[in-house]
């Protein structure tokens, strides 16, 4: 088949009208403060912290940092139980720390860490939990925090694909101790790149706040060892103009997210991502499970890459099976994660994506 088209990726950044974004940073042409908490900065924080739900919210450079800065403001020691099924950054981010991570092996149903096979793992040295809402889908929030109340652990989610998701009218950034989002241009919502940290403790926002800016506290005083972590304006300004539209830009995943439900559900051999009552999805991410099918998922990225189509084999390898890891951990030791990352392909998802691609897409999956 010719290639007729633009090639069609697995994400595709969403960008506001060029003129709202120019007049945004116009501003900082007359103010010249681009970064250091800047009053973009400061009015996307607040209108963040609002939408989604957070009693306080800390904006970041972007969300890896974030993460490590969550990790480093919590004091944690030891090992931190994850899971493999995700982005090499959660487990990145735990190493960076000087922290050592267990794998948990993830539920087959929504591929989130498997709660039940949480406890044993937990050892006199484990400090914190670092579950990831994967595609979207909910951790077992009520039963990991149980456990981790138990065994007095921290719990920080990794939340980077939960951007404005909701179960039962909580936010997302209610959950665990600590929560990260991360707005990377490839992401529901984005500001180029940038993340933040959603949190309770109003005693975590000095350290976490220091700790992002070398541990400045006030012009005489460095309290503590710091990166850099600032989101600068620029980044700010792109996040209030996106802001604006992310329910419209959602509403439209969502048509592309039933479409192709109608298209591949029920199809044997391939599995759907299952959608939980009683949740305000973003429809990040549109993961599908081959598993007995007739065809193999790499013969069905390869037919799609034909014409110029080119979905991602997200998440695989599963990070126990990484080149930086392979002498400490076997991606055996979690059969479920291991199954299901030989078998997902995340096809393209995003809001202006036309249906009569989807179809061509689910045509070619089902020929
Ligand atoms: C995107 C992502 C991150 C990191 O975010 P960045 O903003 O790109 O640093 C972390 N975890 C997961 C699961 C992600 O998808």
Redesign the pocket.
Known sequence: MEKRREPVRVARSSMPPFEEYAGMIRELWDSRWLTNMGALHHRLEGQLKEYLKADQLSLFV??????ETALKALGLTGEVITTPF??A??VHAIVQNGLTPVFCDIRPDNYTLDGDKLEPLITDKTSAILP?H?YGNFCQIEKIQEIAEKHKLKVIY?A??AFGEERHGIGAADFGDIS?F???A??VFHTI???ALAYHDPELEQQVNGLKNFGIMDEETVAMVGGNGKMNEFQAAMGLCNLKYVEQEIKKRSRIDRRYRERLDGIKGITLCPEAPGVKRNYAYMPVVFDGYKKSRDQVAAQLEVVGIYPRKYFYPCVNAYACYQDRYRPEDTPVAHRISMGVLTLPMYADLPLDIVDEICDIVLS
């Not at 972007?62 to 993460?67: D, R, V």
């Open positions: 972007n969300g890896h940092i974030a993460l995700t982005f950054s959660t990831v994967v990794d980077a694909h990260m991360s707005f990377h490839t992401k790149e940038g993340g």
